[in-house]
């Protein structure tokens, strides 16, 4: 976990607040989220109330240790505002620190599984980033609501909502669920405002109080009943939750983070609870005390609307209209019509409000029925007896009504069918769209694959070369030094004190120089170290000087490699391409540190046998290079293929000498009583080297 909240708190947009805790309460009112540094101190908000408050402190976690409201009682400072509202509760759960209740693998368990389990009530926050280069991945989980942010890049891009928890649920890494008690913190002094604002309410009510007394005396029982309503309506909408409500911790429903669910009931009680909701809705919206002021919802209800941003429903009506229906229809309604939804209406809803309207018979009572059955009966005169045409025409009227409804509320279930057809369809086309950008992502990441093995050949981390040469152009501009990692250590000066082969191979090393820049120049589309290490040439000069001596010493063949035993240990650089001697050219030569020729060699990398021809040539060039300096020890062809008779031949006649000869030499070219060279022939089977004449 990289995020250290005081730094990422920071970096939102920050203003001077007012100072003390009038200043807290000023952000109260304004609904602020975010948080309040000052002096040392910090709190976060949420909707203006007071999630967690702390201390700064580098040394711990997050930059914050466990505070205290009273720091802000004479002090000032900034107000950062929050990006987003789950940053806050975020913070808050991170510095208070919880209970851990596991780490899983993306792979083994999916963050999708996690999160549905979550869902089902739960308060605390998941936390993907270890073993995630790409960034850090949040879900918080609060008061039936799951909201998901994300730190993203090396500038740690803010990720919001379903981006962000798509994106974590692409990434593979290992996560934490971490389960938090929070507590919501008063702010000192809210006395005090709530006993100005009383008196001031006060006073105003007086003045409506005396204003209204003549018409409520004129008023009859209905009339008394219903300003009894109102007055317990005003006597409630006084009461709410306290700060520190335990139900802060309610349980999460299982229909998800973003969604709300109706509480549960026992069986054969949800008719019951559906009515004493629909009641309750009534005499809200019909009181007309609750039109300025409602009863306060409790904290833990509105930090769930918090982390969405508002509420899914409405607040309701201003109250029925008192005209409509004549006296005693308000009552009526209210036992025969549907409340007043808080928000759009379920299939539930839709379906109970069909059937009730079904259920309504044309010849039923009309809705004043009960308002006239309270009076003393009227006797009919004969001119106010209603004809026949009359009575159809009433009885006709209240199907004419119910069939409307009924096709409104048809009409309603077929655009929430539609809707939910519209909302399929485009699942399908954003999981269509989902597979196939992962199918790029795919196809992307093996193009980096091959790019960064192509940058690799080239070196890593290298720069594009500049110049691009031919293997013939880079071999010729080389040189190879004989080095050594320490002189103490063994050499092949030291061969004959019997040091490990291990010892001089280790201690050995081949260095290069070249005419040019090396870390400018591509050859075959490779950096210049990279070809250079996989030439033939390359691999013959390092067989030369560490495998051939250790190979003639521990197979006793030094006496009859006698010349070319003793010049290996002398070899200081090795030239590829060079030309010595009346102008002839080899493949490589190896030279003293005064650049005598100590061994020459022709290679031959090709799939085609050597011909006497080249072996021939060979065996003239050297002749040529020994009587000229006469420090020659030996001249080799090494083939990737194999000699064909015909050379060998060739080679068995120049080294075979006089049948009174008592040289031991093998192998060995004699120009003259003091002066010869030998001649090996070497080939290259799987990357390493053999000497086949003479045989070791």
């Known amino acids: 976990m990289t995020t250290r909240a005081v730094a990422e708190m920071r970096e939102w947009d920050g203003r001077q607040y007012d100072g003390g805790f009038g200043g807290l309460h000023d952000l109260a009112d304004r609904e602020f989220t975010g948080a309040v540094e000052a002096d040392g101190a910090v709190c976060f908000m949420l909707r203006g109330r007071v999630v967690g408050v702390f201390e700064t402190d580098e040394e711990a976690d997050h930059g914050l240790r466990p505070g205290d409201i009273d720091a802000f009682e004479d002090a000032t400072g900034t107000a950062y505002e929050a990006p987003h509202a789950a940053l806050p509760l975020l913070f808050t759960m991170q510095a208070t620190g919880g209970e851990e209740r596991g780490r899983y693998y993306t792979e083994d368990t999916p963050l999708e599984e996690v999160h549905e389990r979550l869902s089902g009530g739960f308060t605390g926050y998941v936390e993907l980033s270890e073993n995630v280069l790409s960034g850090d991945y949040y879900s918080v989980y609060h008061g039936g609501r799951a909201k998901h942010v994300a730190f993203v890049g090396q500038s740690r891009r803010l990720l919001e909502d379903e981006e962000a928890f798509e994106r974590s649920c692409d990434e593979v ?95 054969g009680g949800e008719a019951d609870a559906k009515a004493g909701s629909a009641r309750d809705d009534e005499s809200d919206t ?10 306060p919802a409790d904290d833990a209800d509105t930090l769930a609307v918090d982390l969405t941003g508002g509420d899914d429903g409405d607040d309701g009506g201003d109250g029925h209209d008192s005209d409509v229906g004549g006296p005693g229809a308000d009552t009526a309604e209210a036992d025969s019509s549907p409340a007043p939804a808080a928000g759009p ?55 004419a009504a119910s069939g409307e409804d009924m096709a409104a509320l048809q009409r309603t279930l077929d655009d929430r069918e539609n809707e939910v057809e519209r909302l399929e369809a485009e699942v399908d086309r954003l999981e269509s769209e989902l597979r196939t950008v992962r199918d790029e992502r795919d196809d992307l990441a093996a193009r980096v694959e091959n790019l960064e093995t192509r940058l690799h050949d080239l070196g890593a981390g290298a720069a594009a070369p500049e110049t691009a040469m031919t293997p013939e152009e880079a071999l ?42 090396a870390e400018a120049v591509a050859v075959d589309g490779r950096q210049f170290d990279a070809f250079l290490e996989s030439t033939q040439e390359y691999r013959f000069a390092r067989w030369l000087v560490s495998e051939l001596p250790l190979e003639i010493r521990d197979t006793g063949a030094q006496g009859k490699l006698a010349d070319l035993y003793g010049a290996l240990p002398d070899i200081d650089r090795i030239e590829f391409g060079a030309t010595v001697a009346d102008d002839r050219t080899f493949d490589l030569v190896a030279r003293n540190r005064m650049g005598e020729p100590l061994v020459i060699a022709t290679l031959d990398d090709s799939r085609e046998p050597t011909q006497d021809e080249e072996l021939a040539a060979l065996v003239r060039g050297g002749s040529t290079v020994s009587e000229e300096s006469g420090s020659l020890a030996c001249a080799m062809a090494a083939t990737g293929a194999f000699f064909e008779p015909e050379a060998l031949a060739t080679a068995e006649e120049a080294t075979g000498g006089s049948l009174l000869s008592r040289d031991k030499r093998e192998s060995y070219v004699k120009l003259s009583r003091g002066r010869g060279f030998h001649l090996c022939l070497v080939e290259d089977r799987d990357e390493s080297f053999y000497l086949s004449v003479p045989e070791l």
């Open 476 to 517: 010729s501009g080389t040189n190879l030094f004989v080095r050594y990692r320490s002189k103490s250590e063994p050499t092949l000066d030291d061969l004959s004190d019997g040091v490990s082969r291990e010892g001089v191979i280790e201690n050995l090393r081949l260095e290069h120089h070249t005419e040019f820049d």
């Open 286 to 295: 019909s009181s007309p005390g609750d039109t300025a002021s409602g009863t």
């Open 345 to 399: 209406a379920d299939d539930e809803e839709i379906e109970a409000a069909v059937t009730s309207v079904e259920q309504a018979a044309p010849g039923s009572e009309p809705p004043g029925a009960a308002a006239s059955s309270d009076g003393p009966p009227m006797a009919e005169s004969p001119d106010e007896t209603p004809t026949d045409e009359e009575s159809a025409s009433e009885a006709s009227s209240e199907p």
């Open 173 to 267: 890494g290992i996560y934490t669920v971490t389960a938090v008690d929070l507590e919501i913190t008063e702010i000192p002094g809210g006395e005090d405002r709530t006993a100005a604002g009383a008196g001031a309410a006060g006073a105003a009510g007086a003045g409506a109080a005396g204003a209204g007394a003549a018409g409520a005396a004129g008023a009859g029982a209905a009339a008394g009943e219903s300003d009894s309503s109102a007055s317990e309506g005003v006597a409630g909408a006084g009461t709410g939750t306290s700060a520190d409500d335990p139900r802060l911790d309610a349980d999460i429903p299982e229909s998800g983070p973003d969604s709300t669910s109706e509480p549960e009931t026992e069986p």
